[in-house]
């Protein structure tokens, strides 16, 4: 859900969003964790997920190479989805 969420409305309202949901569980330290991982690791998801992607696709751009958005998802989501398990896994 954060890595969806952050990908539309950016981490840091994500996080706004998703704080009441959070300090209800039985503990809200490891969903803190979690949940900024989460919305980290999502900006790998899509070229406008993070604005340092955004940057590269520009530069690059500039010297010839076009990213697509569906060019840069095809890598973007198996390495977000893989980052995000792991991730989930370690904290866990």
């Not at 959070?22 to 490891?30: F, S, V, Y």
Request: no cysteine.
């Amino acid at each position: 859900m954060t890595a969806a969420l952050s990908n539309l409305v950016s981490n840091v309202p994500a996080v706004l969003i998703l704080k009441p949901f959070i300090m209800n569980l039985p503990d809200p330290g490891r969903a803190w964790r979690i949940v900024a991982m989460s919305s980290t690791f999502a900006g790998n998801l899509t070229l406008i997920g993070s604005v340092a992607n955004l940057i590269v696709a520009e530069r690059a751009k500039k010297e010839g190479v076009t990213i697509s958005f569906l060019a840069y998802l095809r890598i973007g989501l198996p390495l977000t989805l893989a980052s995000l398990a792991f991730g989930t896994w370690w904290l866990a």
